[in-house]
Nanobody, 119 residues
Framework: QLVESGGGLVQPGGSLRLSCAGTGRALEEFAVGWFRQVPGDVRDAVACIFKSASTTFYVDSVKGRFTISRDNAKNTVYLQMNSLIPEDTAIYYC??????????????WGQGTQVTVSS
């Protein structure tokens, strides 16, 4: 299972750090991605980190503001989000795929955590 945490309400320009913890499985065996979804819209990829952490990918809209990282000792993948804007408001999900690369279909998904950026 994957468990996300760290969401909440933040003002524009603020920061949040999302965590994706693996329970019952070692996340170091997986590439892990972060996705987000606004109700009524499709789920979009935000960032991804290879199993070896050698490569990371970001959607253009978050480049320079978001950073994905992994801590295998804590069995957790993080998404550091800085300079948040209202358009970042969404439910954020993490997902894991049993491969080196970030490629679907993903094997496991978390339940999601709400991020709201508003003044």
């Amino acid at each position: 299972q994957l468990v996300e945490s760290g969401g909440g309400l933040v003002q524009p320009g603020g920061s949040l750090r999302l965590s994706c913890a693996g329970t019952g499985r070692a996340l170091e065996e997986f590439a892990v991605g972060w996705f987000r979804q606004v109700p009524g819209d499709v789920r979009d990829a935000v960032a991804c980190i290879f199993k070896s952490a050698s490569t990371t990918f970001y959607v253009d809209s978050v480049k320079g503001r978001f950073t994905i990282s992994r801590d295998n000792a804590k069995n957790t993948v993080y998404l550091q989000m800085n300079s948040l804007i209202p358009e970042d408001t969404a439910i954020y999900y993490c997902a894991a795929v049993s491969s080196e690369r970030c490629s679907g279909p993903y094997d496991f998904w978390g339940q999601g955590t709400q991020v709201t950026v508003s003044s």
